[in-house]
């Protein structure tokens, strides 16, 4: 099965900073990598797909990049509602599906 | 509107059953490929079970031969009937549908139901 391994697992920032997150898979799975945004008490909801294409409705200061094993998930200018757990997933191949463990971005 | 509306959630002792339902509206189930995904407290994502449009099913490691997805085409539901439940089952479970794009991504989910294993 393939691992995928999110860094950091959390981090504090302010509004307006640039992050990155990264997440990376124990084998190849080319482009097939998405990301996603969770609040407290609600589902995921889904920020980039393939690796770098924007979810329709989500903000442009999401952006998403890589390929092979190594992905970024950069949010360009931190806004207050952007404070919540990120979570990568993989879907290459036949399953099981596997997500990273999570990156919790709270306020500094 | 799409729309996924999970039920069936509830307290259960270990070795019970439960199965859980999705509604779905907006679109049709059987010509997507639809998952459940589980979220323990305080814990992160994990996917369980996904059915294909031509009816093939796969799971994870940790239900495989205790859980079941399957659907009800004239309904428009998909399902999940689980056996054996363990205390470790103890979570939220999500459906979600798969985006029939390049990355797969689940691009809808429901709001989830708690299902709590416990004596």
């Known amino acids: 099965d393939i691992q995928m391994t999110q860094s950091p697992s959390s981090l504090s920032a302010s509004v307006g900073d640039r992050v990155t997150i990264t997440c990376r898979a124990s084998?190849?799975?080319?482009?097939?990598l998405n990301w996603y945004q969770q609040k407290p008490g609600k589902a995921p909801n889904l920020l980039i797909y393939?690796?770098?294409s924007l979810q329709s409705g989500v903000p442009s200061r999401f952006s998403g990049s890589g390929s092979g094993t190594d992905f970024t998930l950069t949010i360009s200018s931190l806004q207050p509602e952007d404070f919540a757990t990120y979570y990568c997933?993989?879907?290459?191949?036949?399953?099981?599906?596997?997500f990273g463990q999570g990156t919790k971005l709270e306020i500094k | 509107e799409v729309q996924l509306v999970e039920s069936g959630g509830g307290l259960v002792q270990p070795g019970g059953s439960l199965r859980l339902s999705c509604a779905a509206s907006?679109?049709?189930?059987?010509?997507?490929?639809m998952s459940w995904v589980r979220q323990a407290p305080g814990k992160g994502l994990e996917w369980v079970s996904v059915i294909y449009t031509g009816g093939s099913t796969y799971y994870a490691d940790s239900v495989k031969g205790r859980f079941t997805i399957s659907r009800d085409n004239s309904k428009n539901t998909l399902y999940l009937q689980m056996n054996s439940l363990r205390t470790e089952d103890t979570a939220v479970y999500y459906c979600?549908?798969?985006?029939?794009?390049?990355?797969?991504?689940?691009?809808?989910w429901g709001q989830g139901t708690l299902v709590t294993v416990s004596s």
């Open positions: 997933q993989q879907s290459y191949s036949t399953p099981p599906y596997t």
């Open positions: 393939a690796a770098s």
């Open positions: 907006g679109f049709t189930v059987s010509i997507n490929y």
């Open positions: 084998q190849s799975i080319t482009s097939y």
């Open positions: 979600a549908r798969e985006a029939r794009v390049r990355g797969a991504p689940f691009d809808y």
